[in-house]
């Protein structure tokens, strides 16, 4: 590939890249500096790729470049000074844990089972198979004949749930 074949392809794809970026990210300027690395890295590694592969291959690198930089040890130690609650990291460091990651005693324990048991369709098996059997998501796609993706989508639900019903349980006592 030339430099003037590489400067087109730049020219088409850097809005879509930066745009992939500061959705992860949420800061322009960060959004700009890995924009900036996705098309270096790119560059380096254009002769890997199929032309006609090239849209869905730059929006990996891009999301690829903008997560690592959201899970390197400099992003999560460096802040502002009085920018204590930086968005972009807010969502990755302040996302409140799941049922799962709660630690709890046996009377606790015994309640969220029951939670589950409770839960309606589709969550009630799909829920059980996964907490209380301990399944896999695809044992339990292909158990349920259901797609993973969807089975994914009902488990994020259910946990939102269960996480609604124990955090109210715990401001009742």
């Known amino acids: 590939m030339t430099n003037a074949q590489f400067s087109a392809l730049v020219e088409q794809y850097q809005k879509l890249v930066y745009t992939v970026c500061y959705q992860l990210v949420r800061d322009h300027q960060l959004a700009e500096d890995l924009t900036q690395d996705t098309f270096v890295a790119a560059f380096s590694h254009m002769d890997d790729c199929p032309p006609e592969h090239y849209k869905p291959w730059l929006a990996r690198i891009a999301a690829n470049k903008a997560r690592d930089h959201l ?32 630690t709890v005693s046996e009377t606790e324990a015994e309640a969220i089972r029951q939670m589950v048991k409770d839960l309606r369709e589709p969550y009630y098996q799909v829920s059980v ?8 998501v695809d044992e339990i796609a292909r158990a349920l004949r ?19 019903q124990i955090t109210e349980r715990r401001q009742a006592q």
Not at 86 to 97: G, K, R
Not at 129 to 136: C, D, I, V, W
């Open 71 to 102: 899970k390197s040890a400099w992003n999560r130690r460096v802040t502002a000074p009085g920018d204590e609650a930086m968005p972009e990291t807010a969502a990755v460091n302040a996302a409140p844990p799941g049922p799962e990651d709660l």
């Open 129 to 136: 198979m996964y907490f209380l059997q301990e399944r896999s």
């Open 146 to 164: 259901r797609p993973p993706k969807t089975v994914h989508t009902q488990l994020y639900r259910a946990k939102r749930l269960l996480q609604q």
